[in-house]
């Protein structure tokens, strides 16, 4: 299935390689699926390990990018500089201020989702 198959009004899961690649800009079909679920075209759900895991994508990029670590080292750097991860923290903010107005919980299921 691709996405132009996609119906209005299909739930689809969210996972973090969509999120980080519309955050980095690296694919306008990511771009295009979010607005759809943006729009209320589909109902994007995902879940809060997803979104850690899209942050920590996230601050290695910039990190690597800012030239503060290198892509070989950039694990082992971030874990040994506290103040490093604190640098990034706004990263996480925006991140969660985008979104979160759109949280809910869904009752029955071991996370809860976002609708986009």
Known sequence: MTFDQLQEGDVIFLDANIFVYHFLGLSPQWKQLLGRCRNGLLQGKTASFILAET??????AEAIE???VTTKNALKKLREQRALNQAFASILVSLLSSTAARMEWNPGSWFPGLLL
Do not use: A, D, F, T
Request: glycine share 0%; aromatic share 0%; proline share 0%.
């Open 66 to 68: 800012q030239k503060l």
């Open 55 to 60: 942050v920590h994508r996230l601050m290695i």
